[in-house]
């Protein structure tokens, strides 16, 4: 698609249910990340994907949060007995590292509030 | 390792009036260095980038910022500021790690009053 797409753009659950949220991103861009924005933050840096391998999980708040990337094409972030702190923005990004331009294309987000 | 600090959490200027966000950074690479814009409940825009070529950068809306190295700093600047700037912004570094991942300063909320 001409940018980078993420559904549902917003999601209210119960605390203890689990949620997967999805970014589809620009045609051809190999590497993806998922970042996560709270009330008055900055972003916080998740995971991010190279193809279809996650070299980098550091920023993964705990266990109970996963992503998988197929076909080097689109991501599904999961959130396993989301709790009340896990409300925030939820943004994908992806880039070329193929080429020299290192600008970083962003979804519009999925806001995610747990009640 | 690398981060940004935006010495700023909440900037107010005048309509018509220069803008300034400060931004110094730490790598212990040679860093890309962004400016990122985020209206309300719209999704962040690339003002402009830094990638080791000129040092100072010009980017869209009349914004512009120069890299220093000596001062570590990445300083975001508009000669005159008008009321659709504000806005949140960020400044952000890469340094190539993680693929390119961007790590974000925690921002700065522009106020821009008539």
């Known amino acids: 698609g001409a940018g980078v797409s993420q559904s549902p753009s917003n999601k209210v659950t119960e605390k203890g249910k689990d949620v997967e949220l999805r970014c589809d991103p620009i045609s051809g861009h190999t590497a993806l990340y998922w970042y996560r924005q709270s009330l008055g933050q900055g972003l916080e840096f998740l995971i991010y994907f190279q193809g279809n391998s996650a070299p980098d999980k550091s920023g993964l708040p705990s266990d109970r949060f996963s992503a998988e990337r197929t076909g080097g094409s689109v991501s599904t972030l999961t959130i396993q007995r989301t709790q009340q702190e896990d409300s925030a923005v939820y943004l994908c990004a992806s880039l070329d590292v193929t080429g020299m331009n290192t600008e970083a294309f962003f979804g519009q987000g999925t806001r995610l509030t747990v009640v | ?114």
């Open chain 2, 1 to 114: 390792a690398q981060s940004v600090t935006q010495l700023d959490s909440h900037v107010s200027v005048s309509e018509g009036t220069p803008v300034l966000l400060r931004c110094n950074y730490s790598s212990s690479y040679s860093p890309s260095l962004f400016w990122y814009v985020q209206h309300p409940n719209k999704g962040l825009q690339l003002l402009l980038k830094y990638t080791s070529a000129a040092t100072l950068v010009k980017g869209i809306n009349g914004f512009e910022a120069e890299f220093k190295k000596s001062e570590t700093s990445f300083h975001l600047t508009k000669p005159s500021a008008h009321m659709s700037d504000a806005a949140e912004y960020f400044c952000v570094v890469s340094d190539g790690r993680r693929g390119y991942a961007l790590n974000f300063g925690k921002g700065t909320s522009l106020l821009v009053t008539p």
